[in-house]
């Protein structure tokens, strides 16, 4: 058998990689192995030249080892170094491919380096430090070298528009039915289930899918910035009122560094210099990260700036996407979801999360809204229906396997079905726990595990409950259970994937690395699924 390279042969045990990480650099460098000799073959000098301008190689379109949620900004752009700027683009996306912008990471970041897009702040979970670093690379454009493959984002942007509710440059109409709170009394938490009508609009979802919603902006805050700056309501801006753009057109939070520039140009003094280094990404006062559109306003007073350059500098307001909760064979032309509603303090402001709250409170029932189905990349069902599968879904993150069951309960699916649910208290915090307890007393939910972090002295997650019943999961993965995660990306994602790599070594009979080998296998060959965020 051919030696291939491990992770100790070519990163040293001292080096900062997390197992994870360590397992994505053995496969990457393993691509290089030769194969007979086992020995790692250096790049031609043409290659590292081309390597060392950004241009492209043969290894331009291998795996992309950064291709993952949950890694760390950092960490993606240290796992790309030394790729064509392409894929030091993609690097920088937030890895969730889920279709905010318009494209898929790679799609975009194509768009970006063949010069079809210009925009760079069209990240929504990347967020300003996905925009900061995509607009330091931005600096090669000029120079690089942005060859594309075959199926180039030439052809992608020549593609006829979407089909209607297929995607957010052609989103369909649906009608907001309802909400019902799924927390009782005693939560500190408020989240919804929300249904909407699809009417005969076209829009055709799958269990796994998401739902993007074009929410609108608190009133009360645009009105209030409207004052901050001085103007009427009515101003005309884009052939609407200032109202109306504040309302449905840009974004009030996070504040954008276009927005600290143009302050920095019509101020002057220590008040020029504090905006100038706002929009470097430096952080003066300790309070960056706490800014909105308000609170930038707020902090510089005496600056006004015309409504219509004042416009220019926000970013567009994006679409939400949620995870859908709802399997279309069990209620066709319905479709559900499941929402944490986002308010917080800080100073003493409230502050409101736009999608959430426009949900949980303002919009009303009847009212009509655009949105689209975004399709799942990777994160769907076995093709088998006798497969059995594991799900990992604490709070909101239950919401797509909510969708599995009623779509195996809807298509008589003989797989075995095991659900993990956690949250803080079980007497109040139980998402859908008489539909689920149904399922398990007709058998379509073989198994429900729960974990409470707050019941108990002691904080106890989904990941603690998974080593807990370790040698029953294993025993599910050798016959050939799919492992599916939702939730948390930074985190819980995290937490649950070293619990399985825990398991597998434990009741596997394997090392770590062996254990982690396996995982990543289980990620290769689609038998481990995420949906994170």
């Known amino acids: 058998m051919t030696h291939m390279p491990s992770s100790h042969d070519l990163i040293p045990p001292t080096a900062p990689f997390s197992p994870e990480q360590r397992a994505w650099l053995s ?24 390597v060392m301008a950004g241009g492209p190689t043969d290894a331009d379109d291998d795996e992309a080892p950064w291709h993952d949620q949950t890694l760390a900004l950092d960490a993606r752009m240290t796992l790309a170094q030394g790729r064509p700027l392409r894929r030091r683009l993609m690097a920088a996306m937030a890895q969730q491919n889920c279709g905010q912008c318009g494209y898929n990471c790679e799609s ?94 076209g829009v055709e979802y799958k269990a796994g899918d998401s739902f993007g919603v074009f929410p609108k902006n608190h009133l009360g805050l645009v009105d209030q910035i409207i004052a901050m700056l001085g103007a ?5 801006v884009r052939n609407k009122t200032l109202r109306d753009v504040l309302l449905g057109d840009v974004s009030l939070a996070p504040a954008p560094d276009a927005l600290f520039e143009l302050i920095s140009f019509i101020t002057g003094g220590a008040q020029r210099e504090k ?7 430096e952080d003066p006062d300790g309070d960056a990260e706490s800014l909105d559109v308000l609170a930038v306003l707020q902090k510089f007073p005496n600056v006004r700036p015309h409504p219509e350059a004042f416009v220019e500098v926000l970013d567009p307001l994006q679409p939400r996407l949620y995870s859908i909760s709802s399997s279309p064979k069990m209620a066709p032309g319905r479709l559900s979801l499941t929402v944490d509603t986002v308010r917080y303090i800080i100073g003493k402001r409230k502050r409101l999360g736009v999608a959430s709250t426009y949900l949980a409170e303002r919009i009303e029932p009847g009212e009509i809204l655009p949105v689209y189905v975004q399709a799942a990349h990777g994160f769907a069902l076995p093709e088998d229906p006798a497969t059995p599968i594991i799900m990992v879904g604490p709070g909101t993150g ?17 797989g075995k079905n095991w659900l993990f649910f956690g949250h803080q208290r079980s007497a109040c915090d139980f998402f859908y726990a008489d539909e689920f307890e149904a399922m398990k007393a007709t058998g379509l939910l073989t198994r429900l595990s729960l974990a409470w972090s707050r019941d108990g002295a002691d904080k106890f997650y989904v990941q603690d409950r998974m080593r807990q019943a370790g040698r029953d999961i294993w025993a599910w993965l050798a016959e050939g259970a799919h492992f599916y995660v939702c939730g948390d990306a930074q985190r819980m994602a995290k937490d649950v994937e070293r619990a399985l790599v825990d398991v597998v070594a434990d009741f596997g009979a394997r090392s770590i690395d062996e254990a982690v080998s396996f995982v990543a296998q289980l990620k290769k060959s689609g038998r481990y699924q995420q949906d994170v965020y």
């Open 398 to 414: 239950v919401a797509p396997f909510r969708a599995f069951l009623q779509e195996r309960a809807a298509t008589n699916a003989s």
């Open 275 to 281: 905006a100038r280094l706002l929009a470097q990404g």
């Open 108 to 201: 975009y970041a194509d768009a970006l380096a063949a010069g079809k897009e210009q925009r760079l702040n069209l990240c929504a979970p990347g967020g300003k430090d996905t925009a900061r670093m995509l607009k330091a690379l931005a600096t090669e454009l000029d120079g690089a070298s942005t060859s594309l493959p075959e199926t180039s984002v030439t052809q992608t942007v020549t593609t006829p528009l979407p089909a209607r509710g297929s995607s957010r440059d052609n989103p369909a109409q649906a009608t907001f039915v309802s909400r019902r709170r799924l927390n009782k009394d005693g939560s500190t938490k408020e989240t919804w289930h929300i249904e909407f009508d699809l009417g005969d609009g």
């Open 27 to 50: 496969g990457f460098f393993a691509g290089f192995a030769t194969p007979e000799g086992g020995a790692v073959t250096p790049l031609s000098a043409e290659a590292n030249a081309a």
């Open 232 to 236: 009427s309501h009515v101003t005309p």
